[in-house]
């Protein structure tokens, strides 16, 4: 098993300039994740999936968008890159979003937007 | 609004014991998490608390009281792999994690 995987692993954007962030897993998980994390705060939650073609926002979803397709996909797009979504992306599964279950994250995708 | 608190750095010494506290404010209360971030790495889980008590596993443990908001991760026999952030996340009334800064423990020898 792969996991969760991510790519790019880093990414220089212009300002202005879009790019979409992929995420698969390969664990069957109904759940997934996009959270960033800025230096010196917690993880934010930009979006999440419950299943294939069921979306809902996170607390910071300005800026993004995301789709659900398939049970293994969750890509993260943004649009018109601002310095502000300079961050650490993080993508993460579950087998539920309830209970213990615990997330299961991908190694991430440093992005820089001057 | 919703607010976890966590210290922002500890250093401890190899071979010692250390007590990472987490207090949290949040719309309800469905669990509460510690996973383990290296730099530069993802996130990784440690434990789940749900039931106010102490939950032991091997080196590590974690406690929850719920009526005070409060949660500790106890880690024991430290390693220099233990070097580490340690995130706290609260599962909140709508089942979403709301995550701490993270602790950053340094160990020295």
């Known amino acids: 098993n792969a996991g969760v995987t991510q790519t790019p692993k880093f990414r220089i954007l212009k300002i202005g300039q879009s790019m979409t962030l992929q995420c698969a897993q390969d664990m069957n998980h109904n759940y997934m994740y996009w959270y960033r994390q800025d230096p010196g705060m917690g993880l934010k939650l930009i979006y999440y999936s419950v299943g294939a073609g069921i979306t809902d926002k996170g607390e910071v979803p300005n800026g993004y968008n995301v789709s659900r397709s398939t049970t293994e996909d969750f890509p993260l797009r943004l649009e018109l890159a601002a310095p502000s979504q300079t961050s650490v992306y993080f993508c993460?599964?579950?087998?539920?979003?309830?209970?213990?279950?615990?997330?299961?994250f991908g190694p991430g995708t440093r992005l820089t937007v001057t | 609004g919703q607010n976890i608190d966590q210290p922002t750095e500890m250093t401890a010494t190899e071979g010692a014991i250390v007590q990472i506290n987490c207090t949290y404010q949040t719309s309800g209360f469905n669990g509460l998490f510690w996973y383990q971030q290296h730099a530069g790495e993802a996130p990784t889980f440690l434990s789940y608390n749900v039931l106010d008590g102490l939950e032991e596993k091997g080196r590590f443990s974690s406690f929850l009281s719920r009526s005070k908001g409060y949660s500790y991760l106890l880690l024991k026999e430290l390693q220099m792999k233990d070097s580490a952030s340690y995130l706290c996340a609260v599962m909140d009334s709508n089942y979403q994690l709301i995550w701490g800064a993270g602790t950053k423990l340094i160990i020295k020898p």
């Open positions: 993460a599964s579950s087998y539920s979003g309830t209970g213990g279950y615990e997330q299961y």
